[in-house]
């Protein structure tokens, strides 16, 4: 088993009401940014988990966003996954 | 000007509380899901913006995201910058 690190990347669907995108983007014109054509906010989660392979550890976390993280109705989420940087354990 | 869709990804610092990532990793594990050894939740901002160049765009939402999209003392910010497709208005 090795240890994957993977990063989940939730936004609320094309065409869906995203009422805090839509707060940022009226925030940062209150401030006087102009030129924010569009804002939109969502969620970015950072699991690591232990999987026997790359593909493993996408489909595990894959099960995991439409059980849990992401509301398959409202959101779209897609995952990045890279080899967990090996932890020195400090006893070797 | 061109536009520039820039990805701001927000994580709780290192070493501080991050209840929601806790929260997240106590639901994985109920639902069966061992093998998750950390869990961080954050967010993702999604921007289009007007600027001259891509380092512009940069330095614009950096304090965008130090004034307003972050909070400096318990979050990290990371952009990500890229030229926004070509938007056919369909009137050429």
Redesign the interface.
């Known amino acids: 088993?090795s240890?994957f690190d993977v990063e989940v990347?939730?936004?609320p669907r094309p065409g869906l009401l995203d009422p805090q995108?839509k707060a940022?983007h009226h925030?940062?014109e209150s401030?006087g940014?102009d030129?924010?054509?569009?804002?939109?906010?969502?969620?970015?989660?950072?699991?690591?988990?232990?999987?026997g392979s790359e593909a493993d550890a996408r489909d595990?976390v894959e099960?995991?966003c439409r059980?849990?993280?992401a509301n398959p109705v409202t959101e779209d989420f897609s995952l990045r996954v890279t080899e967990a940087p090996a932890v020195t354990d400090g006893d070797g």
Do not use: F
């Not at 924010?36 to 232990?50: P, Y």
């Open positions: 088993m240890r990347r939730i936004k995108g940022v925030a940062l401030l940014y030129g924010v054509s569009e804002a939109k906010v969502g969620r970015l989660i950072a699991l690591t988990v232990e999987a595990r099960q995991m059980k849990l993280l």
